[in-house]
């Protein structure tokens, strides 16, 4: 119980499972009484407006009968209330009510009733605009600096400002670069729009600016903008935030300058009208809701906080002045004047509890009993003091409640492929061409030391691979229990999957004495699917499009060992060739020299290489593991195939575009880019390789080219990539601190084409073969003399180098069709003796 709670003047909760948001809450004399009394006007997402004039006989008694002034169901979701002087031809107050499709104003009045019931209001609707687009919020302001009326703005949910003068449609923009809509203010004093950009910065438009830019039929430019005419829209200024915003408000009391307040998701800001930051805070709570009003010191502004611990913070600037308790958690508040009570503070919360209150304490009444005074005994003070001061250190030693080794035992996670194919495959609904798809059974054992509560297990793979069950829940599990459940994996599509490895992740709780509802906690475990699933013995090619080497520091081992359900059992043990089909028909070929302690493999799709080329790496070292030997080592001396690759980034992004226009291209892109991802693999493992990069190193890499492991990625894989690796570029792969200085844009834009992207990875391998280094940290090391591969120059090495490069540079990397290493593989000839 909290001395510092609002003290409940009025209130009531608002129809049955409705739901309500920051905009559907308004304070204002909607009715044009003119007494100086505000009306409390509320609409929900299930349509229904409702206006209150709450007086209680007494404080704290709930909501009257005739408190509601008037309730009507207008269908359509109310996003926002305003109320402003809407109406042409008059400065009298009228409602406007923002729906998803359709913006309406209405008249609010009241007309004297014959009998007690008292007065009776309606609404009367002067106007209505239908959108063309799905509304999102709105505002309203003097805009333009026009006297005795207000405009309204209204922000879609793609961006667009559409400008209404009353009863008529002036213009609309789109605001540049817009994602997802953000809080959108009117400031008057510098008669600009303010909102909050989806790249977490705040940005400000010019109202003559919007007024005189092109006009926004459609997002795309069109043919008179690239010639020239009409104006562009530039933003007036911006500030990077770092965080998404919940609302904006803009204020101008007599004693203090105009403010634009944001409030953040941990910080609320006040900036100047030219967006420098007057003050920010940080908060200790997550915020919900806030509204910044007038302070009695001069100089200061007072900003009500509500956030999600049920609390309403009042700050004076930046100094918290007070604190007091809700009994919901308001998505809005607002301060009026009600029933001759100034400084009521109107709160509503998602679920329609609406309460009017104020602030203050009641007295005490209880009154603490004296206690006996007695001497302290320091020597018993100073022991005890030591025996806390050991329990603090052991707990911090263990670095949680209990100690490490327990927190490893509470649950083991294992997860086991079965050696055989399932005798009936469950793949009934899917066809390969003309292969019958295999599926196999995967187990998963769950073992927990302790009592278990809330427990789920989730399994992924990656498609096309699919799975028959991927999700398992148990309420609760006692100690010392074994659970085990199982599923299925085959393929499903005649693409391949980018990787044959699937992930097993446990959510679950701890219960402990101080928390019964437990502590949440995660386990995962790893499992490798068999390169059967997806692949069948098959005839060696002798010609092939795309080939690579791979060096080893060991003798060749035969192909018969390290795969053994892929070769005739007639056949010797030492097979150095081997064919493999995989399901859809594409085929790879492996070849082992007997003297060269090389590997080759060979493909007619660049992208297939990478399945059996990773396999072939972690079967010669899971080989060589069993026979003792750890100083095994893989290398790649041969060309980067990076024309190979761009070529299907070129692909990939021509089937965006086709995607964009064409809804059953959707396929196309899919294949597209799982493609995409196993070439991006094989690029990866092969960098690796060339430049014995350690697995911290590697993973910089694959964080880089792989964001989020996105598996159908329909927009943004060439965006991101490039912005990624443009950062390592600019910090630990940086030549000097000019180009450490140089900012990046904060902004993801489609590109028009790939030429970036491929110039900055081509540069950086360049720099990966001139001795950078991948580390988190731009305090790098100073780069060491390193031999390049074959077939490597230098480059103009794009807009981030600090110096221009002499005109006879030519290509770092050759770019050729066929991968053919130049030092030949002895006693491998092309496949002699195959066909036999």
Same mark, same amino acid.
């Not at 305003?82 to 009228?94: A, D, I, N, Q």
């Not at 605001?175 to 009117?186: D, E, F, I, R």
């Not at 100690?479 to 490895?501: A, D, N």
């Given at each position: 119980m909290s001395l510092f709670k609002a003290r409940d003047w009025w209130s009531t909760v608002l129809g049955e499972k409705e739901e309500f948001d920051q905009g559907c809450l308004c304070l204002a004399d909607v009715d044009n009484t003119g007494n100086g009394q505000d009306k409390v006007i509320v609409g929900s997402f299930m349509g229904y407006l409702r206006i209150f004039n709450p007086h209680p006989v007494k404080t704290g008694?709930?909501?009257?009968?005739?408190?509601?002034?008037?309730?009507?169901?207008?269908?359509?979701?109310?996003?926002?209330?305003?109320?402003?002087?809407?109406?042409?031809?008059?400065?009298?107050?009228?409602?406007?009510?923002?729906?998803?499709?359709?913006?309406?104003? #209405?008249?609010?009045?009241?007309?004297?009733?014959?009998?007690? @019931?008292?007065?009776?209001?309606?609404?009367?609707?002067?106007?209505?605009?239908?959108?063309?687009?799905?509304?999102?919020?709105?505002?309203?302001?003097?805009?333009?600096?026009?006297?005795?009326?207000?405009?309204?703005?209204?922000?879609?949910?793609?961006?667009?400002?559409?400008?209404?003068?009353?009863?008529? #449609?002036?213009?609309?923009?789109?605001?540049?670069?817009?994602?997802?809509?953000?809080?959108?203010? #009117?400031?008057?004093?510098?008669?600009?729009?303010?909102?909050?950009s989806s790249c977490r910065q705040v940005e400000s438009y010019k109202y003559q600016v919007l007024a005189f830019a092109t006009d926004a039929d459609k997002r795309q430019e069109t043919e008179q903008q690239k010639l020239g005419s009409g104006k562009r829209l530039v933003v007036d200024w911006t500030l990077n935030i770092g965080e998404q915003a919940l609302d904006i408000c803009i204020v101008s009391f007599n004693q203090s300058a105009s403010s634009v307040f944001v409030l953040g998701e941990r910080n609320f800001f006040c900036l100047k009208d030219n967006g420098q930051i007057r003050f920010m805070k940080k908060l200790d709570c997550s915020p919900s809701c806030f509204l910044p009003y007038c302070s009695v010191s001069e100089g200061t502004i007072n900003t009500l906080i509500g956030n999600h611990s049920n609390m309403l913070h009042v700050y004076q600037d930046v100094t918290l002045k007070w604190a007091t308790q809700l009994? =919901?958690?308001?998505?809005?508040?607002?301060?009026?004047?009600? =029933?001759?009570?100034?400084?009521?503070?109107?709160?509503l919360s998602d679920d329609g509890h609406l309460q009017c209150s104020y602030l203050g304490t009641d007295p005490s009444l209880f009154q603490a009993p004296k206690v006996e005074s007695r001497e302290l005994n320091y020597d018993e003070l100073d022991i005890e003091l030591k025996e806390l001061q050991k329990i603090i250190k052991d707990v911090n030693k263990s670095q949680g409640v209990w100690p490490m080794?327990?927190?490893?035992?509470?649950?083991?996670?294992?997860?086991?492929?079965?050696?055989?194919?399932?005798?009936?495959?469950?793949?009934?609904?899917?066809?390969?061409?003309?292969?019958?798809?295999?599926?196999?059974t995967v187990k998963v054992t769950l073992q927990n030391r302790v009592t278990l509560q809330k427990i789920r297990l989730?399994?992924?793979?990656?498609?096309?691979?699919?799975?028959?069950?991927?999700?398992?829940? $148990?309420?609760?599990?006692?100690?010392?229990?074994?659970?085990?459940?199982?599923?299925?994996?085959?393929?499903?599509?005649?693409?391949?999957?980018?990787?044959?490895?699937?992930?097993?992740?446990?959510? #679950?709780s701890r219960p402990t004495d101080r928390n019964p509802e437990g502590i949440p906690r995660v386990s995962q475990c790893k499992f490798r699917l068999p390169l059967k699933l997806i692949c069948l013995p098959g005839q060696p090619s002798k010609t092939a499009s795309h080939k690579l080497t791979i060096d080893t520091n060991k003798s060749p081992v035969s192909l018969l060992s390290l795969f053994p359900g892929f070769a005739n059992q007639s056949e010797d043990d030492q097979v150095n060739v081997m064919g493999f089909r995989f399901l859809g028909g594409s085929r790879v070929t492996l070849l082992a020299s007997k003297t060269s302690q090389r590997y080759r493999i060979q493909s007619e799709q660049f992208e297939d290489l990478w399945l059996i080329t990773n396999e072939l790496i972690m079967r010669l070292q899971e080989y060589f593991e069993?026979?003792?030997?750890?100083?095994?080592?893989?290398?790649?001396?041969?060309?980067?195939?990076?024309?190979?690759?761009?070529?299907?980034?070129? @692909?990939? $992004?021509?089937?965006?575009?086709?995607?964009?226009?064409?809804?059953?291209?959707?396929?196309?892109?899919?294949?597209?880019?799982?493609?995409?991802?196993?070439?991006? =693999?094989?690029?990866?493992?092969?960098?690796?390789?060339?430049?014995?990069?350690?697995?911290?190193?590697?993973?910089?890499?694959?964080?880089? $080219?792989?964001?989020?492991?996105?598996?159908?990625?329909?927009?943004?894989?060439?965006?991101?990539?490039?912005?990624?690796?443009?950062?390592?570029?600019?910090?630990?792969?940086?030549?000097?601190?000019?180009?450490?200085?140089?900012?990046?844009?904060?902004?993801?834009?489609?590109?028009?084409?790939?030429?970036?992207?491929?110039?900055?990875?081509?540069?950086?391998?360049?720099?990966?073969?001139?001795?950078?280094?991948?580390?988190?940290?731009?305090?790098?090391a100073a780069p060491q003399t390193m031999v390049m591969p074959g077939g490597c120059a230098t480059i103009p090495e794009s807009d981030l180098e600090e110096r221009s490069v002499e005109q006879d540079s030519t290509e770092l990397f050759t770019s050729h069709k066929h991968l053919i290493v130049e030092t030949p593989m002895p006693e491998v000839s092309p496949l002699q003796g195959v066909s036999e």
């Open positions: 008694d709930g909501a009257q009968a005739e408190d509601l002034l008037l309730e009507v169901h207008l269908r359509d979701p109310i996003l926002q209330v305003e109320v402003g002087k809407f109406v042409s031809g008059t400065e009298m107050l009228h409602l406007a009510v923002l729906h998803s499709r359709k913006l309406c104003v #209405y008249s609010v009045s009241g007309s004297l009733g014959n009998v007690e @019931h008292g007065t009776q209001y309606q609404i009367k609707l002067m106007y209505e605009h239908n959108l063309q687009r799905t509304a999102c919020n709105m505002t309203y302001g003097s805009f333009g600096g026009v006297k005795g009326r207000d405009l309204i703005c209204i922000q879609s949910m793609d961006g667009m400002l559409m400008v209404f003068e009353q009863e008529s #449609y002036a213009f609309g923009r789109f605001l540049p670069g817009s994602l997802l809509p953000g809080p959108l203010a #009117y400031s008057y004093r510098t008669d600009s729009f303010i909102t909050v009994p =919901h958690i308001p998505v809005a508040v607002r301060v009026g004047c009600l =029933h001759d009570l100034k400084g009521v503070i109107v709160t080794t327990e927190r490893e035992d509470d649950l083991k996670v294992s997860a086991m492929v079965s050696p055989n194919f399932d005798s009936v495959s469950q793949s009934t609904d899917v066809e390969v061409g003309a292969d019958l798809v295999p599926s196999v989730s399994v992924y793979v990656q498609p096309p691979l699919v799975l028959t069950c991927d999700q398992f829940t $148990f309420e609760f599990m006692a100690p010392e229990m074994t659970r085990t459940v199982g599923f299925s994996v085959y393929l499903k599509g005649s693409c391949l999957p980018p990787e044959l490895e699937g992930n097993t992740v446990v959510s #679950y069993k026979q003792g030997i750890k100083d095994f080592a893989c290398s790649f001396s041969g060309s980067m195939p990076l024309q190979e690759y761009f070529e299907l980034i070129d @692909h990939h $992004f021509e089937v965006i575009a086709l995607a964009d226009a064409v809804e059953e291209n959707q396929d196309n892109l899919f294949q597209s880019f799982t493609r995409l991802k196993s070439a991006t =693999h094989l690029v990866i493992l092969l960098i690796g390789l060339w430049q014995k990069l350690s697995a911290d190193q590697i993973a910089i890499l694959e964080a880089a $080219f792989l964001p989020l492991q996105q598996d159908t990625q329909e927009l943004g894989w060439e965006e991101t990539v490039d912005a990624a690796i443009s950062h390592l570029l600019k910090t630990c792969l940086s030549k000097s601190s000019k180009e450490q200085a140089l900012n990046l844009s904060s902004q993801l834009s489609i590109p028009k084409d790939t030429s970036r992207l491929k110039k900055h990875i081509t540069l950086l391998c360049d720099r990966l073969a001139k001795g950078g280094r991948l580390c988190l940290s731009t305090d790098a």
